[in-house]
């Protein structure tokens, strides 16, 4: 179908806005692949995250604790514990670590059929160490993934019907940064499940400790011809991409330029490392749709909350088919996940929907649920 093959979404992560609906109920159910194995599969480096308990600085911890983190399985994972199916690409080195990270790939409701193992004698896990913030500290990050087995990933690893087996194909600029040689694979990959029929999500997330801007910039928008649904950063619109105006003249932007249909955009105030605010502003077919953002969040753990987001919104939109519901699970699943320790989403779509009347009432409510 030449509508589905063209047919592009771009979600921009940015923006705060009070809510004032102009659109209601528009359908995405028509635009996705039929009949597939897995409505989501993703690709991205499974790292193991070492962090210190109780909040302690990196520098006077004697323990950390072991958790499996990656911005591509924190979307599948979440995606997949609402009610998806989902799978992950991913290489890790065949030994007790890499066991460790398909354990927690399994735990996430994910399919490991493309887990593949580094037997290599250079093979090692990439890592990271995260040091959780209390004003007026804030929070940090250390990454150890340099010539990780993920680098070393090549197509002719793959079996050749995996492009045919999925609605939605997901990757970030993270995977396109950490290697050279995994680019060049990574964009082929993309091209075939675009050709394929699947719609591609970029989720460009921008890190500076992995390549400039002068570097990422040409990379981020030759993907962009094969975009489907795209999230990005309004800081990173306006400054690796040099996209000027207002919010919203960046995002009709992003549709004028490359044919998108839907933009959503979301905005994280942090009061403070334990407190933050959370909302979302979607755009449609010329119509904005946005609900009161989520107030006086307490923070756990907010790594991977973005991420949620993600995976709320590619749920609510495969599932759901409504613009409204993939705005409010999105929403929901980033403030919950702010809530829980870990990377990873741990959400039911129960779970969501309680949290989603919650916030739409008003009045006395229950202090408990039981």
Not at 20 to 28: A, V, W
Not at 148 to 176: A, G, Q
Not at 246 to 255: A, H, K, P, R
Not at 330 to 349: E, F, H, P, Y
């Amino acid at each position: 179908m030449y509508f589905l093959k063209k047919f592009d979404i771009i979600i921009i992560m940015c923006g705060i806005v009070p809510l004032n609906i102009y659109g209601k109920g528009e359908r995405f159910m028509n635009l996705f692949k039929e009949n597939t194995e897995f409505d989501l599969i993703g690709i991205g480096e499974v790292m193991l995250r070492l962090s210190p308990p109780n909040k302690e600085k990196i520098s006077q911890s004697e323990t950390f604790e072991k958790n499996a983190g990656g911005s591509e399985l924190n979307v599948v994972s979440g995606s997949a514990m609402l009610g998806i199916r989902s799978a992950i690409i991913t290489k890790v080195p065949k030994n007790k670590m890499g066991h460790f990270i398909r354990n927690k790939i399994r735990y996430g409701n994910v399919s490991d059929d493309y887990l593949i193992y580094d037997t290599s004698d250079e093979r090692r896990l990439g890592l990271y160490y995260y040091e959780s913030g209390v004003y007026p500290r804030k929070s940090s990050v250390i990454y150890d993934r340099a010539r990780s087995s993920m680098c070393s990933l090549r197509l002719s690893e793959l079996p050749e019907d995996i492009y045919e087996k999925t609605k939605i194909f997901h990757v970030s600029s993270i995977t396109l940064a950490i290697d050279k040689e995994l680019r060049g694979e990574v964009l082929e990959m993309i091209r075939r499940f675009k050709e394929a029929g699947a719609l591609i999500s970029f989720d460009v997330n921008y890190r500076a400790a992995l390549w400039s801007e002068e570097e990422a910039k040409p990379v981020v928008e030759e993907v962009f011809k094969y975009v489907d649904l795209l999230f990005v950063s309004e800081e990173t619109s306006r400054r690796m991409l040099q996209r000027t105006g207002t919010l919203e003249e960046i995002m009709q932007g992003y549709v004028n330029d490359y044919g998108c249909k839907l933009v959503a955009t979301t905005r994280r105030e942090a009061i403070s490392p334990t407190r933050h605010n959370f909302g979302s502003k979607m755009l449609f077919d010329g119509k904005f749709y946005e609900e009161p953002p989520y107030k006086d969040i307490e923070v756990i753990d907010r790594i991977g909350s973005g991420d949620a987001y993600l995976a709320g919104v590619l749920y609510g939109l495969i599932k759901e088919d409504s613009i409204e519901r993939a705005l409010e699970i999105g929403n929901a699943l980033s403030a919950i996940k702010n809530t829980v320790l870990g990377d990873m989403s741990a959400s039911s779509i129960d779970e969501v929907e309680s949290v989603i009347k919650s916030h739409k009432a008003t009045g006395h409510q229950d202090e408990m649920v039981r």
